[in-house]
């Protein structure tokens, strides 16, 4: 059977990750909507609520106090089967990417455990946000979206070093 078309998709799109546009793309749009969306709060409406816009806070307080409780039942009902997962999931890409050389799992490595950092934040946040007061609530989730800007930061900085070192040791130093 002739894979004319697969192997002319594959010659023509560079399926390595770090050369790939879309790859940065995806790094671009996923960092921004996790710091976008602090806790299932669009950080917009936790700005209007900051500038003292009723209906803002009341939402915020809503949509707050919602994906808190989402979040805790989750992890609750499923917390410890699901970390576990998440980290065999890790360990594996991490252990096929840098022992084994395969870009791929570094790439979807290097998006994932950062991820996992701020899932971990995320949970932590949610578990402190029932019950709180609307000022203490809009101080919670703009000190987590810096936390999670941060770990965004780092994670960015990391992935673009990795990067350009594989496309550095591909490219000129025929890796």
Known sequence: MDFFWLNTAFEVIDMRSFSNLWFWIALAVLWSTAAHWVIGVP???????NRGQ???????ETLAN???RRLIHIF?????????????ALAALASLGFVYGLEFAQAVFLLGFPMSI???LSLHSARA?????????????????????MVGVVSIFATSMWGM????????LGG
């Open 43 to 49: 950080f917009d409406m936790v700005q209007r609520a």
């Open 54 to 60: 009723d209906a803002a806070l009341r939402d915020v």
């Open 66 to 68: 919602m994906h808190a």
């Open 76 to 88: 609750d009902v499923s917390g410890i089967w699901a970390t576990g997962f998440i980290f065999f």
């Open 118 to 120: 701020v899932w971990g």
């Open 129 to 149: 946000i029932p019950g709180m007061e609307v000022g203490a609530l809009l101080e919670h989730l703009r000190w987590h979206r810096v936390k999670v800007q």
């Open 165 to 172: 070192y594989v496309n550095m040791s591909v490219n000129v």
